[in-house]
Nanobody, 124 residues
Framework: QLVESGGGSVQAGGSLNLTCAASGYTYSSYCMGWFRQAPGKEREGVAAIYTGGGSTYYADSVKGRFTISQDNAKNTLYLQMSTLKPEDTAMYYC????????????????????WGQGTQVTVS
């Protein structure tokens, strides 16, 4: 089970921190990621982390502004978002699955089988 929290409304240039609490499976050697979906658009990968080694991957649109991290002890995934832009407005989803690291780097929604319900982020 994946449960996201931390979404909300913020002005452009502001920051938000998202949290994803994971339960029900072994946390190590998984790829965990954040995806987002804006109205009328496809769900896109934002950032991912390979829990085995901690390698991180980002979409070009968020590099330098978003940071993904994990707390293995708490089975929790985080997404720190700064310098937010109106185009960052979307429903943000936490996702996870066991996969090889090269697939994790691809940030493809089709490789993830476990999803949270999402948390809304609105930037105005």
């Amino acid at each position: 089970q994946l449960v996201e929290s931390g979404g909300g409304s913020v002005q452009a240039g502001g920051s938000l921190n998202l949290t994803c609490a994971a339960s029900g499976y072994t946390y190590s050697s998984y790829c965990m990621g954040w995806f987002r979906q804006a109205p009328g658009k496809e769900r896109e990968g934002v950032a991912a982390i390979y829990t085995g080694g901690g390698s991180t991957y980002y979409a070009d649109s968020v590099k330098g502004r978003f940071t993904i991290s994990q707390d293995n002890a708490k089975n929790t995934l985080y997404l720190q978002m700064s310098t937010l832009k109106p185009e960052d407005t979307a429903m943000y989803y936490c996702a996870a699955d066991r996969m090889r690291e090269r697939l994790c780097a691809g940030l493809s929604r089709t490789t993830f089988g476990y999803w949270g319900q999402g948390t809304q982020v609105t930037v105005s």
